[in-house]
């Protein structure tokens, strides 16, 4: 009765005016081109009432005080818009915005990071970098792997030389892990992964099969969200680095053309490329958007002559290749054609389709190593180096014997008359008469790479909003290597080969939902299917085929790069099912910040998993927050690093000469001997705590991480095969295992510990007029093996981990506007690395190298309307790295370290010249 009595007073004492209420609708649009904007937050502050706009822009705050309010509205990459409105008691209010676009700083909105709704860098739970397109191309490179390097402080990517295919598709790396440890998305949606298995990826990423990002143009995107945190909870297998979310242009008004050309300091590795972007309207409603690249760039080399090189040149051998006869460097690159489409069309204020996709190809060419004329075991010599090995004809031909003379050589020349009795009888042949001077195996591959994404999403305007999407993908590099031999098949052999290719495929099917139950209470959910196929095309018969002269002591395959066999090829599939769900809690006025997120995941090849996320944020001040998480999460082997087979060649300085390590599937029965057995799902467990300032023209935020790795899966060292092993890959269609020295394969029996530090700072000075601005990046990682079985993984392989990149890489940037002249000055320094490993072996291991300080600039300014020009150089001051080790040097010819995180090339200037135009007023 007491109870009763109360809630009957409290409504009495109760003002009229807070019973008052009405409702604001409106329409959230484009001030340039009118086409709605959905995913904008429409906020009134004073009450923390927030909400969403719908597909077409549309959005409505229900129940809201009668009397005058003032809205405000939120969306990444515009301006910030507040109007005031009153409301009248059982009345809708209309109130349209429309927006202006401005550059992205870290107080906008990011998508990625949460499933929920938009919140901005700086109030966002778990660490983000929003970069806008501006700052990424304002480099002399212009793939998007390589942009990336100086604006994200974890992100390294580097020249790949004489690596096979991780040439074609570099590996890239996120707080100091694989590359596929990290997801990428575009425009929110799963990318596919790229075909390449990066056999020698740099030891971090060795047998790593992470996204081709290359093929996305700088030129088709509005910026680039980069999140810095484990996300397999949110966004599935592959997300334990973080998430990078590159989000494309949705202009339906203009576009612009750029031609941009450049060229290093020493005078190679000319570059041209021709882009262009475009936007259309589609009816009232749509918009249409396709950019275009084409390039091509020449080679580098940054070689000396290698010591046997010019031991044969000083012995009168004039068909040696010079100035180098073994090329280190960046490949040649041809025909590099992207092409993307973004297209998008309201149906009503809260329908919308989207559809999105690209076509992209290239060539790509590069170098091996040198086979000496004299000493390259099972072709030239098979006595290493003492006698020509030559091939009998008749005993090929189970004929009897040509009884061919023996060719001894002498101080790096083969005795003259003994071999001129070879080339003049039909019956008997050394390589020497089709390579005088040895040969240098050219590698490469056609890349093709496409993909669509389409989908109708939509909302009701009061919280719920909807997104159901399908997707698929492809990317295939199909192989070539010419200038080299299948031995086996003695003076038949064709010097050119197609070794067979990669094929990934991808299909996605997604649908979420989001509702945002109060300004404090946001839900979202999702279901997924995704299926993925993995082929590797059949080489042509000559390029794996065993010859008649195996038996006489010549390899068998396509030397370099063994074509794939009937057996070796083959394709492969998963399918896998996910259910998440994610939950933020916390209203806009509110000080603290939490969000959970769990999701399950079956896989047809490995079971389930379940993965979770907490977060979490406190605003201690008007201006300092603090924000912590923790999540698990996992990454499933893909099909190809189950089953795919690679021979590469390196260069073992304890013989001096050239060895074929063999990569075997890990249920290989040779494979089992060592401990091979089916691969299994990393597991990890991440943690991140940091700390966010914001006083307006100043922005600091620092981020520790923690990323423990269990059952981690990499290649193994590597193992010495037994003539029994030889026989047993044989048996399992591995033809040139009659020419491994050696051979490693996936295995889960290590765990590792990776932590750091990021740093990222903004500040624009009031006092200088918003005319100059500094933003400056840090970043600290460390890597541990914190277990592993030494059967199977050796010191080498466990320092690779641990020191193949800086432990801490820094920048500074200055961008300063005086009169029509805008100025970019960058210095980044790169710590100290050791070389380890790679494809180099046995010879002066684990040397440190000094770190390293590089300055880029660049300068733009306006030649006439609308039309700017910009000159600029990375690597200013021609910085290179130390210079290798003498013998390493005259030996293969290296004087730089490969594993150069900043690369070996030194400077390299370039000019920029970009016209826009509009046609549309309104």
């Not at 570059?271 to 275009?292: D, E, I, Q």
């Not at 044969?312 to 073994?326: D, E, F, S, W």
């Not at 038949?492 to 649908?511: A, K, M, R, S, V």
């Not at 290296?894 to 370039?910: A, C, I, V």
Request: glycine share 12%.
């Amino acid at each position: 009765m007491l109870k009763r009595a109360l809630v009957i007073l409290a409504f009495l004492a109760t003002p009229a005016a807070a019973w008052a209420q009405g409702s604001i609708e409106g329409r959230v649009t484009n001030a340039a081109t009118g086409a709605g904007l959905s995913a904008a937050r429409v906020a009134i502050p004073a009450l923390a009432i927030s909400v969403g706009s719908g597909a077409g822009g549309a959005y409505v705050i229900p129940d809201v005080p009668a009397g005058d309010h003032v809205v405000e509205v939120r969306l990444i990459g515009y301006a910030v818009q507040t109007q005031t409105v009153t409301v009248v008691s059982g009345q809708e209010a209309t109130l349209n915005f429309e927006l202006g676009t401005q550059a992205i700083n870290l107080g906008e909105l990011v998508v990625v990071g949460s499933r929920t709704q938009p919140r901005t860098v700086t109030e966002s739970m778990v660490p983000v970098d929003v970069i806008p397109v501006s700052e990424i191309t304002s480099q002399a490179e212009t793939n998007i792997d390589f942009l990336l390097r100086t604006v994200v402080p974890s992100y390294n990517v580097r020249v790949e030389p004489i690596s096979d295919a991780a040439t074609i598709t570099r590996p890239a790396n996120l707080r100091g892990l694989a590359s596929d440890h990290t997801m990428v998305l575009i425009n929110g949606k799963r990318r596919h992964r790229g075909s390449i298995i990066t056999w020698l990826g740099a030891g971090l990423s060795d047998g790593a099969q992470g996204v081709d990002i290359g093929s996305i143009p700088g030129i088709a995107l509005r910026q680039v969200e980069v999140l810095r945190d484990g996300a397999s909870a949110q966004y599935g297998s592959d997300a334990i680095a973080g998430v990078m979310n590159f989000i494309l242009k949705d202009d339906r008004d203009g576009g612009m053309i750029e031609v941009k050309s450049g060229s290093y300091y020493e005078g190679d590795g000319d570059m041209l490329t021709v882009s262009g972007n475009v936007g259309v309207p589609l009816g009232a409603t749509g918009f249409a958007n396709l950019s275009v690249e084409y390039g091509n760039q020449d080679p580098t080399d940054r070689a000396i002559q290698r010591a046997d090189a010019i031991a044969l040149l000083g012995a009168g051998n004039a068909a040696v290749r010079t100035p180098t006869a073994q090329i280190w460097g960046s490949p040649e690159v041809n025909d590099d054609l992207k092409v993307w489409l973004n297209t998008g069309y309201t149906f009503s204020d809260d329908e919308q389709f989207y559809a999105f996709g690209n076509l992209s190809t290239k060539e790509v060419d590069g170098g091996f190593f040198f086979r000496n004329p004299n000493t390259r075991g099972a072709v030239f010599s098979g006595d290493g180096g003492e006698t020509l090995l030559i091939g009998d004809v008749l005993q090929a031909k189970g004929l009897g014997s040509a009884n061919c003379p023996e060719v001894r050589i002498t101080n790096h020349v083969p005795d003259p008359v003994a071999l001129a009795q070879v080339f003049a009888d039909p019956n008997c042949f050394s390589f020497q008469e089709m390579f005088p001077g040895g040969f240098t195996p050219q590698f490469g591959g056609n890349v093709t790479d496409w993909s669509m994404v389409s989908g109708v999403k939509g909302s009701n305007g009061r919280g719920f909003s909807w997104d159901a999407s399908a997707s698929f993908g492809s990317h295939t590099a199909d192989f070539f290597i010419y200038n080299t031999v299948n031995a086996a098949l003695g003076p038949e052999t064709p010097t050119h080969f197609d070794p067979g290719l990669y094929t990934q495929e991808e299909f996605n099917i997604n649908f979420d939902v989001a509702y945002d139950a109060s300004d404090a209470v946001h839900l979202a959910g999702g279901l997924e299917r995704r299926e993925e196929r993995f082929v590797i095309g059949q080489g042509q018969d000559e390029s794996w085929r065993i010859g008649p002269y195996a038996a006489q002591g010549f390899s068998s395959s396509s030397n370099g790069f063994p074509g794939f066999s009937p057996i070796a090829a083959g394709d492969w599939d998963r399918q896998n099912v996910a259910i998440y769900g994610d939950v933020h809690l916390g209203g806009s006025e509110d000080p603290w910040t939490l969000g959970a997120a769990l999701r399950w995941e079956d896989f047809s090849d490995f079971g389930s998993q379940l993965t979770g996320k907490v977060s979490g944020r406190l605003e201690v001040s008007d201006q300092l927050a603090l924000r912590a998480g923790g999540s698990t999460g996992f990454r499933a082997p893909t099909p190809g690093q189950q089953n795919a087979f690679n021979v590469s060649t390196v260069f073992d300085a304890t013989i001096g000469d050239l060895v074929n390590r063999g990569t075997i599937p890990s249920t290989s029965a040779v494979a089992a001997l060592r401990g091979g057995r089916q691969l299994e799902p990393e597991k990890a467990f991440s943690l991140t705590a940091g700390a966010v300032f914001d006083a307006d023209a100043f922005k600091f935020t620092m981020d520790y991480y923690r990323i423990s790795i269990s059952d981690r899966f990499a290649q193994t060292q590597t193992f010495k095969l037994t003539q029994d092993e030889v026989i047993g890959l044989l048996t399992e269609g591995i033809t040139s295992a009659a020419n491994l020295a050696e051979f490693r394969f996936f295995t889960n029996d290590f765990s590792t510990r990776t932590q750091g530090l990021d740093i990222v700072a903004n500040y624009t000075p009031p006092s200088m007029g918003g005319n100059t601005s500094f933003s400056a990046l840090f970043n600290y990682n460390g890597t541990s093996v914190t277990d592993f079985n030494p059967d199977v993984i050796d010191e080498d392989r466990v320092d690779q981990l641990e020191q193949s990149i800086p432990s801490w890489r820094a920048s500074l940037n200055v961008l300063h506007t005086l009169g029509g002249v805008r100025g970019l000055l960058r210095g980044t320094w790169y710590d100290s690395w050791v070389d380890v490993g790679g494809v180099v072996i046995g010879g002066v291991e684990g040397t440190a190298f000094p770190g390293r300080f590089l300055v880029d600039l660049e300068l733009a300014t306006n030649i006439a309307e609308n039309t700017e020009l910009v000159i600029g150089a990375n690597n200013l001051f021609d910085t290179y790295p130390a210079t290798q080790d003498p013998d390493t040097a005259d030996d293969v010819g290296l004087l730089y370290p490969e594993s150069s995180p900043f690369g070996f090339n030194g400077g390299y200037y370039y000019l920029r010249v970009n016209y826009r135009w509009s046609w549309l007023t309104g």
